[in-house]
């Protein structure tokens, strides 16, 4: 089953295909598209610019404005963005923006361009701490600015949740390289394998940057207490990281119950069906009309045969037996398991930084914390949790940072 | 399953369908023809067949299209001539189809180089059996200047090669034109002159379809170079409607015996043909894309709109929209008809104010905040372009205003 997890569950675009999804398009003025995405993405544009052939002038309107355009293709629940504003759901269904940009930056790709510039050199110095989606993007911005930007990782490998946590069947890990080598083509100095506030300490970095940004995310699993210190219990982290790693090749039981409803369960469901587990339930807190998760991951999961039953809240583990009661109603839930895979939340990681996180996030809105050399983005910012919010947050910080350093003077 | 009598007679000669393959690729051989006339073709222009002394030496590839956004063959380009097989083996084909298909009209394309030519060839395919003649004036992609278009558009040639035909049988004969010329009455009225019995229009577009940008040659590339030829399909429609509207409007012609051809692929578009006058249909493009199934839907669709129009023969409805079409001097110029906006229809992508602003008078103006257009009537000119462009076909006809000062109600105006 290795192979199903290895090849993209979407199919791809043909240039004969993608011209007539393109050719669906009705090109509307002030497209309602281009003013929808959290990431500042013009569908109006490139999707018109396929329209008219012209597939490199796409692929600059997308990757000029997003450093992770090839991601985003691909992970974007699109459905409550661009495609929720498509005009086009007036005739029939949505343009699949999603899969045009796809189409694109596969396109871009295959065409060996090398959109992003490196901007001329202001002599200052960034560390950015944490090479998920949004310290990504910082340092495309930054270095477009002609800052010199050095990227920490405690990971041996750049990506964070891009390439530790999303399958490779809707994120492989070649389209995480490609995007960051185009970052790195920018100049961008990888320091992996390095844990800043263990390894490094944050005063030696103010000491020799000029700013220092935190991307950290939430990159640690919560676990009820409950399941802490059984064998049988697994995180939604640590087991998509495990299959990313291993390319599929993982020993898995039967019987599996996964806890959670987010995009993240979702993520861990439909993996352990495309691995082959004949039965897997999810036991969601949410009911169905209050779902997280988008509804094209919902669907895919359903579609694999994935047990979702919603309302329920874990209330006892012991003897392999997980005990549910419904959040409103009177009735008990008991399941007898293989393995528990919890997807019930992440949290930050903030050891050491000297960054105060309630609740995961920090205590103000933006980007400057009190201390004037040290920002932050991603997860940790105020906002939605999203790769297209990373991204996002990513462009803002890099310009919060750019001001308070005097900007252009 | 609808079934209405679309037969119809053409110089004389009993068509059960007008539908026929034009003289091409599509009507090449023996085999071919058997299975348009097994699929429902009504006729068969069997491919051009030439003087034994003239030699048919083809290109490859030969043939190229025009696409658009995710539509092939918007136009089709060939550079393919007349029949390549020897002429004894054409006549006998003709001559085993029509001992084959008595029911079914065969009539016999033909093209020389001089009059003992188009005599000879004449004899030979009423000998073979041919029920018609169609001459072929007007092949743009010949080697020879005697052969083709360049005959086709000269008028004195044109009459004689006429007249050599006739010499050689008595068939009816229609000859075929080249859209390659300005006005195609003189051509036709000396063909007519020589001997004609009836005109088929039109031929194929000389044309350059595409250029392969890297190696800057036009498409299809033969040994690095390529050639202006014909152009053909949906594209070229228009091109052949007006041809074939100019002929019904000449001095004399109003009744001219018209075989319509040109970008036919849709019961629609042959209906279009005969309101303008053709009795009989021909077809290539649409086959060599698709087929010849394709003669089911034109039959079957055409059944349906002769119902809709109450109408029993087919031939009621030849050149029922000549009267329609007059000279630009002539038409109504004392009004403006606005456009009317179906509000619970639009789905507010503001194409039409794109197309107004850019391509007309500025008068639709978008409400940025409700994604809104509204019609300014004092900048409208009537000219609809925006309900040319709306998706969803939410504009139409609305109100008639007249021009300051002009005569009339309004309420006569035929919209």
């Known amino acids: 089953m290795t192979k199903k997890y290895a090849e993209e569950i979407e199919q791809a675009y043909t240039v004969i295909t993608v011209m007539e999804e393109a050719q669906r398009c009705l090109l509307c003025h002030d497209a309602p598209c281009s003013e929808s995405c959290p990431a500042g993405t013009d569908p109006g544009k490139f999707i018109r610019s396929v329209r008219f052939r012209n597939f490199k002038g796409a692929a600059e309107t997308i990757r000029e404005n997003n450093a992770l355009g090839g991601i985003c293709a691909r992970v974007c629940p699109t459905e409550r963005y661009c495609q929720k504003a498509c005009s086009r759901c007036g005739i029939d269904r949505p343009i699949d923006i999603g899969g045009i940009q796809r189409f694109v930056t596969d396109f871009e790709a295959r065409a060996n361009m090398h959109i992003l510039r490196k901007g001329e050199a202001i002599g200052k110095k960034i560390a950015v701490v944490g090479s998920g989606p949004s310290g990504l993007q910082a340092a495309a911005s930054l270095l477009q600015m002609g800052y010199e930007v050095d990227i920490y990782d405690k990971n041996a490998k750049a990506g964070g949740y891009l390439r530790y946590g999303i399958p490779q069947y809707r994120l492989p890990n070649e389209v995480v390289d490609k995007e960051i080598e185009h970052i790195a083509e920018l100049g961008a100095q990888f320091k992996l394998g390095v844990t800043v506030g263990k390894d490094v300490t944050m005063d030696e970095l103010k000491a020799k940057y000029d700013a220092v940004l935190l991307a950290i995310g939430f990159s640690a699993p919560k676990v009820l207490p409950m399941f802490e210190g059984s064998e049988i219990v697994e995180t939604a982290v640590s087991f998509l990281a495990r299959v990313k790693e291993s390319k599929g090749e993982v020993e898995l039981p039967q019987n599996i119950v996964v806890i959670g409803g987010g995009d993240v369960a979702m993520d861990v469901v439909t993996t352990l069906k495309v691995l082959g587990v004949k039965n897997v339930t999810d036991v969601v807190y949410e009911e169905f009309h209050e779902f997280l998760a988008s509804k094209k991951e919902l669907r895919g999961a359903q579609e694999l045969g994935v047990t979702i039953i919603d309302g329920y809240i874990p209330a006892e583990f012991a003897d392999h037996t997980v005990t549910f009661k419904h959040r409103h109603i009177d009735s008990v839930l008991k399941i007898k398991t293989d393995k528990v895979i919890l997807a019930v939340g992440q949290k930050a990681e903030a050891e050491n930084l000297g960054v105060e996180l309630v609740k995961n996030e920090v205590t103000f809105d933006g980007y400057k914390t009190p201390d004037a050399k040290v920002f932050v983005t991603g997860d940790i910012a105020h906002g939605d949790k999203t790769v297209v919010y990373a991204v996002r947050k990513g462009k803002e910080a890099a310009a919060a940072i750019h001001e308070s350093l005097g900007g252009n003077k | ?415």
Not at chain 2, 4 to 26: I, M, Q, R, T
Not at chain 2, 132 to 158: F, K, R, W, Y
Not at chain 2, 163 to 183: C, E, F, H, Q, Y
Not at chain 2, 222 to 227: D, L, R, W, Y
Request: charged share 25%; with cysteine.
């Open chain 2, 1 to 415: 399953m609808i079934n209405k009598d679309l037969s119809v007679e053409f110089l004389g000669v009993h068509f059960e369908n007008p539908f026929c393959l034009s003289s091409s690729p599509v009507g090449n051989c023996y085999d071919m023809c058997k299975k348009a006339y097994d699929t429902g073709w009504g006729g068969v222009v069997f491919k051009t067949i030439g003087p034994k002394h003239f030699l048919i030496d083809e290109v490859s590839p030969r043939f190229d299209a025009l696409t658009k956004e995710g539509t092939p063959f918007v136009g089709f380009k060939n550079m393919e001539q007349i029949a390549e097989h020897p002429l004894e083996e054409n006549l006998a084909d003709v001559k085993r189809l029509k001992e084959e298909y008595p029911n079914k009209v065969l009539i016999a394309s033909i093209m020389g180089t001089n009059e003992e030519d188009w005599t000879e060839l004449a004899r030979l395919v009423e000998e073979a059996g041919a029920d018609m003649i169609e001459m072929n004036l007007s092949c743009p992609q010949m080697t020879s200047h005697a052969m083709g278009s360049d005959v086709g558009s000269n008028p004195d040639l044109c009459r004689k090669y006429c007249a050599a035909v006739k010499r050689g049988s008595k068939l009816p004969m229609i000859a075929k034109m080249t859209p390659n010329i300005m006005d195609m009455v003189p051509v036709a009225k000396a063909c007519l002159e020589g001997g004609a019995d009836g005109i088929s229009c039109i031929n194929t577009i000389k044309s350059v379809v595409n250029v392969d940008l890297d190696r800057k040659i036009g498409l299809p590339i033969i040994n690095g170079k390529s050639s202006i030829s014909g152009y053909s399909g949906k594209a070229v429609k228009p091109v052949a409607l007006r041809f074939i509207q100019q002929l019904r409007m000449g001095e004399g012609l109003h009744d001219l015996a018209i075989s319509g051809i040109g970008g036919i692929e849709t019961w629609e578009d042959a209906a279009e043909f005969i309101l303008l006058g053709a009795t009989t249909l021909q077809v290539t493009t649409a086959i060599m894309q698709y087929g010849y199934r394709v003669v089911e839907d034109m039959k079957n669709g055409l059944m349906h709109y002769m119902e809709e129009q109450g109408v029993d023969r087919l031939q009621d409805l030849v050149g029922l929209a000549n009267a329609n079409i007059i000279p630009a001097e002539e038409l109504d110029r004392d009004y403006i008809v606005y456009p009317e906006i179906n509000y619970d229809v639009c789905i507010n992508c503001g194409r039409c104010y794109v197309s107004c602003y850019d391509g007309a008078h500025q008068a639709m103006e978008w409400d940025k905040e409700n994604r809104k257009v509204r019609c300014n009537k004092e900048k409208c000119v009537g000219c609809h372009l925006c309900a040319l462009v709306c998706p969803v076909k939410a504009i139409s006809k609305g109100e008639v205003v007249l021009k300051p000062g002009r005569p009339g109600n309004p309420a006569d105006k035929k919209v």
